[in-house]
């Protein structure tokens, strides 16, 4: 199954940032926010067991329904959010459920200094 994750906008300041997460799927979501080292592109993760990809380094994740931060997923219809410090780079927002980065749930946030 294709599915997608969109970022808009998809560049901000860096400082202080808020994620909202809109479920706008028929499964459950989240999304980690990792950051993306020079010369790797979104989409390029290996997936490991379960078909997820490492979390580490993860900056944070909005992953709890109608809540901030770290739940067991965002049901669809509703909507989860987190809030960062990002310094200035590029991070990749991913869906890590099982199968949910292969199939296209990814995407690219960069932030300005």
């Not at 998809?10 to 926010?33: A, D, F, I, K």
């Not at 580490?56 to 770290?70: K, P, Q, R």
Request: net charge negative; hydrophobic share 30%; proline share 7%.
């Amino acid at each position: 199954m294709r599915m997608r994750l969109s970022v808009t906008p998809s560049q901000v300041p860096s400082g202080t940032v808020s994620l909202r997460v809109v479920n706008e799927g028929v499964t459950t979501h989240e999304v980690v926010v990792l950051p993306l080292p020079s010369g790797q592109t979104v989409g390029k993760r290996d997936e490991g067991p379960g078909q997820r990809i490492d979390e580490a380094g993860s900056l944070g994740e909005a992953s709890h329904d109608c809540g901030a931060g770290e739940g067991k997923g965002i049901s669809p219809g509703s909507t989860g959010w987190t809030t960062l410090k990002l310094s200035p780079g590029r991070y990749e927002l991913v869906c890590n459920f099982p199968g949910h980065y292969a199939g296209g749930m990814y995407a690219e946030l960069d932030v300005t200094g």
